[in-house]
């Protein structure tokens, strides 16, 4: 098959104190980032946020860029404009109902270990990669069988 598959994961967490999920996404005083394997959770980094009231463009921007790398974000609530341009960015957004410890989740994503997602991932990020796609694509052999 081509190329291996890296088997690691950036899944950032809003949070108020980097224990805890307890955050909405808008509002969150932090992004608490994490490189997750099955065997392994590394904290990557705590990228921390101004307190700013309301909604700003701004803001949105400053967390949006945070994200960069990142497979998926947890919060407790996301707003649709704000989960539409994640999406775009191949980044999946998890609502959480309730707070919940950070640590307790890492677990229950390596008990569930997303390898079949990891993998489209990295396709749809190569698909990405390669500018001219679809023109390959398009000029390609194809096969009728």
């Given at each position: 098959m081509g190329s291996a598959i890296s088997n690691k994961l950036n899944?950032?967490?809003?949070?108020?104190?980097?224990?805890?999920?307890?955050?909405?996404?808008?509002?969150?005083?932090?992004?608490?980032?994490?490189?997750?394997?099955?065997?392994?959770?590394?904290?990557?980094?705590?990228?921390e946020f101004t307190a700013q009231e309301g909604h700003s463009q701004q803001k949105i921007s400053d967390r949006l860029n945070a994200l960069q790398g990142c497979f998926a974000v947890y919060c407790l609530a996301c707003g649709n404009p704000v989960r539409q341009q994640l999406m775009a960015d191949n980044i999946r957004v998890v609502i959480q109902p309730q707070p919940a410890s950070i640590t307790s989740l890492l677990a229950q994503i390596q008990g569930n270990w997303p390898g079949a997602i990891a993998i489209r991932q990295q396709k749809a990020a190569q698909k990405h990669a390669n500018e001219n796609y679809l023109e390959s694509l398009a000029n390609s052999e194809w096969d009728s069988e």
């Open positions: 899944i950032a967490f809003a949070s108020s104190n980097q224990d805890d999920l307890d955050e909405h996404f808008g509002s969150c005083h932090q992004f608490t980032i994490y490189s997750l394997s099955p065997e392994s959770a590394e904290l990557l980094s705590n990228v």
